[in-house]
């Protein structure tokens, strides 16, 4: 009796854990994976641990009908060309559904050329595409005591490039945020904690269309 027993008790649980692992299974299916790859901006310069727009967005898919999980690869000081430099490796480890190109800012700030600047942007939005994922991009802007020329060819850029790829673009990242004295840090480039639920909204406003338009193409 104790045999027919156990052995009962042992497909009980077996069938139990195939049932856990099938839903666990169906659940890692089912999440997408979107990467940022941006500068200062997107990694947090000078924001506590945590409370980075990007962690905030994180929060705010985890409660929506979203499933997606974001990778932060984001590195303070980054360029353009540091981040075609670095995306290969980076896309070939996430094989990522989506990839949010949030650099150019530094860039600008530092005068570098402003062709390779595109060219560099070019080049990520084509590898991202030959990988199968979706390339999307944040614009950003300079201060003006860059000189109005220079400011409008650099903002022109991001625009260009999105048009030429069809690639969906958020015009400004800060929108809102940025020039604005209490929400910026000491250094008027850098958004500051109080910013970042902002910058977050602004993100998830831009995604949300893309989210749900793949949602209903699957």
């Known amino acids: 009796m104790i045999r027919p027993l156990f052995a009962l008790i042992s497909l009980i649980l077996t069938l139990s854990m195939a049932t856990v692992q099938a839903s666990s299974a169906e659940r890692d299916a ?5 990467v940022v790859v941006g500068d200062s901006l997107s990694a947090g310069y000078g924001i506590p641990q945590g409370k980075e727009w990007v962690q905030l967005l994180q929060k705010t898919l985890n409660q929506s ?7 932060n690869a984001s590195i303070s000081g980054d360029t353009t060309s540091g981040g075609l430099a670095r995306l290969k490796p980076l896309l070939d480890r996430e094989n990522p559904d989506w990839v949010l190109i949030e650099l150019g800012g530094n860039d600008g700030l530092r ?3 402003l062709s390779a600047m595109e060219s560099n942007l070019q080049a990520m939005v084509d590898m991202v595409k030959q990988q199968g994922a979706q390339p999307l991009l944040a614009g950003i802007k300079i201060p003006p005591n860059y000189g109005n020329k220079y400011r409008s060819r650099f903002e022109q850029i991001f625009v260009s490039v999105a048009e030429r790829n069809d690639v969906p673009l958020l015009p400004f990242l800060l929108d809102g945020v940025g020039g604005v004295e209490n929400l910026m840090q000491a250094d008027r480039i850098h958004p ?3 910013a970042q639920p902002l910058i977050a909204e602004n993100v998830m406003n831009f995604i949300e269309p893309v989210l749900v338009k793949n949602q209903k193409a699957r």
């Open 30 to 34: 089912k999440e997408r994976v979107l």
């Open 65 to 71: 009908q979203h499933s997606v999980r974001l990778v």
């Open 111 to 113: 005068g570098m050329s």
């Open 192 to 194: 500051n904690t109080q």
